[in-house]
């Protein structure tokens, strides 16, 4: 292991060599001959040293000295890094990383080091990466010592807390400095300062530390210590306080979060559902087809188009509304057609229908889940601070439901074939008398509900693995939500979706998931006893008859 990591050390060190010559090379070559000296102090000076003058190459030296790689040549006393191979040993110089031949172990000596070398060693790589140029390192670095309770780096982050210019890496300095003073400090004032700066960050691994601390008190009950404890446990019922009202946050972002998912699974069966009466059991299958075309999709950009994988997601969407769209329709003109005005006969044919397609995907893509990855643009979370993070691609989904609602609103209210499905659906018997092909408009209409539901795939495949019974697990769900909200009314569809996604993440905490699903659907059918049409009902002589 040692090996390895040396040699990827002078792989770096290659690629030093290879850029410019750095201007603060000399100052570097006097910082690292000082590590040859015999007094350990001195060592432990140069290093911090090496590590206050920030160079990138200074953390490869350190890391050598800390592996154990950095020798004396014995012929000239130069600093080198060398590299183990059999009973030879491949030499560098560590600073710019050039060739400097082969020597025998007896030519060389080795710099030694104590603990007192290693706890300024391991300090100074952590100020180098306190102070590297990219924030969010500073940040992960800073993160890196919170947890790690290193006492070593207490001066060096109360320094960094002075000089920090970026507000974004500073609080986390700040929280780093602060825990270690608590946890280390033997000033009281100090301490019950840092319980205060602790208190402002909040998040969960503030209040373990505060736990810990406070079971960690010990001796007499002197006035410093009461006035500490009394301070920790009134920052901890602070941050408690507020890690419930993150938890609520989150718990509203979950329901809504889940409740886009229904929205997009829901849409399509409240337009097909509302024009045709047709309960239809396959809907859920059309958004699995969606999501095995998003899939398709993905794998022809891995193995043809690497460079464009990242934009695969947002070729599938009109692509998956195609697919399932047209799968729609085919069902529509060969099975659906000659079942109109017989409920309980639709309800058991596309039940068939969709274990047949479930059985042809299975055949097709096998029976074992295939993962969608998630594209670089929705991939990590937005921490809005300590505790409180929401992550891209749910934020995604919510605004691409939004946005599907939109657009099928608009083609409903502004198009000819919007008019001529809301004509249908209000009094069929009138419309045909007006010369609108209902047929044509029955097939047009399962299309654009099996498209819609294709769309919701693309959707359900950045947060579920795609199998063929991914449609299963919303279709009772997407019912609800229709019946609730009113038949074919598609306000009544959104607040409907809101409504159950909200309350199930509320009720799960309290009753978990299975539990939480049973109190929603007794709800509702406590509610379709007093509204038979839901929230929102159609009005027309034929969806009143």
């Not at 729609?328 to 047949?356: N, Q």
Request: overall charge positive; hydrophobic content about 50%.
């Amino acid at each position: 292991m040692r090996i390895l990591k040396t040699a990827l050390l002078l792989g770096l060190l290659f690629v030093f060599a290879e850029a410019e010559q750095p201007v603060h090379a000399e100052t570097l070559q006097e910082l690292t001959s000082a590590l040859s000296v015999k007094s350990y102090s001195k060592k432990a000076v140069a290093v911090k040293k090496l590590a206050a003058s920030g160079a990138e190459e200074a953390g490869v030296i350190l890391h050598a000295l800390m592996d154990g790689a950095l020798f004396t040549r014995k012929t000239d006393g130069k600093i080198v890094l060398g590299l183990k191979n059999e009973s030879i040993y491949s030499l560098s110089d560590p600073i710019n990383g050039s060739a400097l031949g082969q020597a025998k172990k007896s030519e060389l000596k080795k710099v030694k080091i104590n603990n007192k070398v290693r706890i300024a060693i391991r300090a100074g790589l952590g100020r180098l990466d306190l102070s590297h140029p990219d924030s969010e390192k500073r940040i992960s670095a800073a993160a890196a010592i919170f947890k790690s309770g290193d006492p070593s780096m207490l001066g060096v982050l109360l320094e960094l807390v002075k000089s920090e210019t970026d507000e974004d890496v500073l609080p986390a300095i700040v929280r780093a400095a602060a825990a270690l003073e608590l946890t280390h400090s033997l000033d009281i004032d100090a301490r019950i300062n840092a319980v205060a700066q602790l208190k402002s960050t909040g998040g969960p691994e503030v209040k373990a530390l505060l736990i810990k601390t406070l079971s960690n008190i010990q001796g007499p009950a002197t006035p410093e210590n009461l006035q500490l404890e009394s301070a920790l446990k009134g920052a901890l019922a602070d941050v408690e306080r507020q890690l419930e009202t993150y938890g609520l946050i989150e718990n509203l972002f979950q329901g809504v979060s889940l409740a886009s998912v229904l929205l997009l699974a829901a849409i399509g069966l409240a337009v097909t559902f509302g024009v045709m009466g047709v309960i239809n059991m396959a809907h859920g299958e059309m958004v699995m087809i969606g999501a095995y075309t998003t899939y398709v999709i993905q794998e022809t950009c891995r193995l043809y188009f690497p460079g464009f994988l990242d934009f695969s997601l947002i070729v599938a969407i009109p692509l998956a509304f195609a697919v399932a769209g047209t799968f729609g329709i085919l069902l529509e003109r060969s099975v659906i057609r000659f079942l109109y005005g017989r409920p309980l006969e639709t309800l058991l044919a596309t039940w068939g229908i969709s274990l047949i397609l479930q059985q042809l995907v299975r055949t097709i893509f096998g029976p074992t889940n295939k993962e969608v990855s998630t594209p670089g643009w929705l991939s990590g979370a937005w921490e809005v601070t300590s505790g409180l993070s929401f992550t891209y691609n749910r934020i995604a989904i919510i605004f691409f439901a939004l946005v599907v609602l939109f657009f099928l609103m608009m083609v409903l209210k502004r198009t000819l074939f919007g008019l001529q499905m809301r004509a249908v659906t209000q009094n069929r018997m009138m419309a045909r008398s007006m010369g609108i092909k209902s047929a044509r408009i029955d097939a047009m209409t399962f299309g654009l509900g099996s498209g819609v539901a294709g769309m919701a795939g693309v959707a359900l495949s950045q947060i579920d693995n795609v199998s063929p019974n991914l449609g299963q697990a919303y279709i009772i769900d997407s019912f609800m939500v229709v019946v609730f909200g009113g038949v074919g009314n598609l306000w009544g569809t959104l607040v409907g979706a809101g409504s159950l996604g909200i309350a199930n993440k509320f009720l799960e905490p309290y009753s978990g998931a299975v539990l939480a699903k049973i109190f929603v659907l007794v709800a509702i059918i406590l509610f379709i006893q007093k509204r038979p049409r839901g929230l929102f009902a159609l009005k027309g002589r034929s969806v009143e008859g």
